[in-house]
Nanobody, 125 residues
Framework: QPHLVESGGGLVQPGGSLRLSCAASGFTLRYYDIGWFRQAPGKEREGVSCISGGSDEPHYTDSVKGRFTISRDSAKNTVYLQMDNLKPEDTALYYC??????????????????YGRGTQVTVSS
């Protein structure tokens, strides 16, 4: 059964950094477009970043460009999201997911259904 588990969230001050991990089991994620999404209280879920299967081309929503970096470690079957210069507006529950029939640009614009527990990121002084 394909499964993704997020970890790495926490409480950090503005300007700080966190690295989120998305570990896969039951499938080899190197061939899939894997996306990171977030949802803050009272807001809709939004696409944050995505990495294309095979090419590892990164994609970012405008609000995180230059601050977040997505990467993939195929040996560990894990996708990472390095988040630097965090801002209070980055506070949200972060999820990773994939849809084998959809590419990054589509995933980011229309977040898919079906997520794990996520990992909480709180940016506050």
């Amino acid at each position: 059964q394909p499964h993704l588990v997020e970890s790495g969230g926490g409480l950090v001050q503005p300007g700080g950094s966190l690295r989120l991990s998305c570990a896969a089991s039951g499938f080899t994620l190197r061939y899939y477009d894997i996306g990171w999404f977030r949802q803050a209280p009272g807001k809709e879920r939004e696409g944050v970043s995505c990495i294309s299967g095979g090419s590892d081309e990164p994609h970012y929503t405008d609000s995180v460009k230059g601050r977040f970096t997505i990467s993939r470690d195929s040996a560990k079957n894990t996708v990472y999201l390095q988040m630097d210069n965090l801002k209070p507006e980055d506070t949200a529950l972060y999820y990773c997911t994939t849809d084998p029939e959809r590419l990054c640009t589509d995933l980011l614009s229309t977040p898919p259904d079906g997520y794990g527990r996520g990992t909480q990121v709180t940016v506050s002084s």
